[in-house]
């Protein structure tokens, strides 16, 4: 019998050594990967980044688009940043078709001074306005966009027509100084 019960305790104490073992590499583990996740300084913070366009709505219609040349019309809009971390953003034209897209210029004013202009088919991604100082958590700008069809646009564009989305994305301001977008 006492060997038997020699047995039990050297196993009870086995398996205490291996539970204890067990518990100190959850423990390391979990201190291992929260020091490398919150490490302060780290190069990007964990952050959600939303942007709301215009509160969803649509900026141009169908019913703002008579345009001739010389004329223009204006829309202004609104850009939130509905994310967790301050931002920069972007403002461009997705998916622009039609025989005006090469006629028709495209300004953006931010506040009264314009801040980016060119033809409707250059505003795409790679052409789009990068915004000039960072959009703050909570924060709502108005920008206005300015469409118009130059003085002397040939006669070939009547009738013409043009369709775009107006769209924006925005990526995280710190540690970002070259505004990237991925």
Known sequence: MNASKKTERRLIVCLSAIAILFVMLVITTYAL???????????????????????GKPVFSVRDTKLAPGGSFSKPFTITNRGTVDVWYRIYLEDV?????????????????????????ELTQNGAYVSIS????????????????????????N???VTFDLAADAVQLRNNPGKLFA
């Open 159 to 161: 009738g013409g027509w």
């Open 134 to 157: 960072g959009l703050a958590v909570n924060e709502t700008r108005t920008l206005t966009a300015v469409l118009k069809m130059p003085g002397g646009t040939p006669n070939d564009y």
């Open 97 to 121: 078709r039609g025989t005006l897209a090469e006629a028709v210029d495209c300004e953006i004013y931010e506040g009264g001074e314009l801040v980016h202009s060119g033809r409707l088919s």
């Open 33 to 55: 990967v929260y020091s490398m996740v919150a490490l302060d300084g780290s190069f990007f913070d964990n952050a959600y980044v939303a942007l709301d366009l215009n509160q």
